[in-house]
């Protein structure tokens, strides 16, 4: 009973809504970098999945495993820690000895970016394979190249399907933007912290951190059921 009597929602409130809402635009700004780049990269590893090299093919199928076979926290700390001294290290074997960095915000939207286009080219991949063979040979027929077929007649197609899928990736993405805090990124988890570690109303601020980002995915989620209405 003595913890709640000490409970002090308001004043917590009174820093963190605003602080979480500067930290906001950091979020949404270094969720879309990331899934844009999760989104090409997904569809350059998904046609390379339906290629007929099965080099590329076994390649792509162990990138996709070990990427997906690992924490996506791990890999952000491997980007921001451990990618540049291989850069540097490459850089040495020619000659140079130029300091490579990479900024928390970089490597953070890099690993977000190569750890959802596994993701996402699984999505993309399942999604040209299950338009009809038809509209390729059609396409053929009329002329097209194969990629050119795939690009204008298969490829609208399958990515008017997954748009709902892209919609639920991306909002667990905004979630994940959470993971960043552990590189120093100053987001909403990270402000939270400082807050908290601060004054020490612990319960205060999470619930407010937790509260912050419903109030971020509930309206995306009824946005990715009336897309998904829409595209049905």
Known sequence: MEIIKRL????????????LWKGL???????????????ILGLFIAI????KYKVLKTILVVIIEFIRG????????????????????L???VGSNYRFELSPIVAG?????INYSCYLSEVIRGAIESIDSGQMEAGLA????????LFRIVLPQAIRNVIPVFGNYLIMMIKDTS????????????????YASQTFLTIESYTILAGAYLIISLPMSQVVKYIEKKVK
Do not use: C, D, H
């Open 179 to 194: 993971l960043l805090a552990y590189i120093s990124v100053f987001e909403l988890l990270l402000r939270t912290q400082t």
């Open 91 to 93: 850089l040495q074997l």
């Open 25 to 39: 635009g950091l979020v949404i700004q270094v969720t879309l970098i990331a899934f844009l780049v999760g989104i």
């Open 70 to 89: 690992t924490p996506l926290l791990v890999q952000i700390v491997y980007m921001y820690y451990v990618m540049p001294l291989l850069v540097e290290i």
């Open 8 to 19: 002090n929602f308001t004043k917590a409130a009174e820093y963190l809504v605003p602080s």
């Open 48 to 51: 390379g999945r339906i290629s």
């Open 142 to 149: 009329l002329g097209f190249g194969k990629t050119e077929a």
């Open 109 to 113: 939207i890099l690993a977000l970016g």
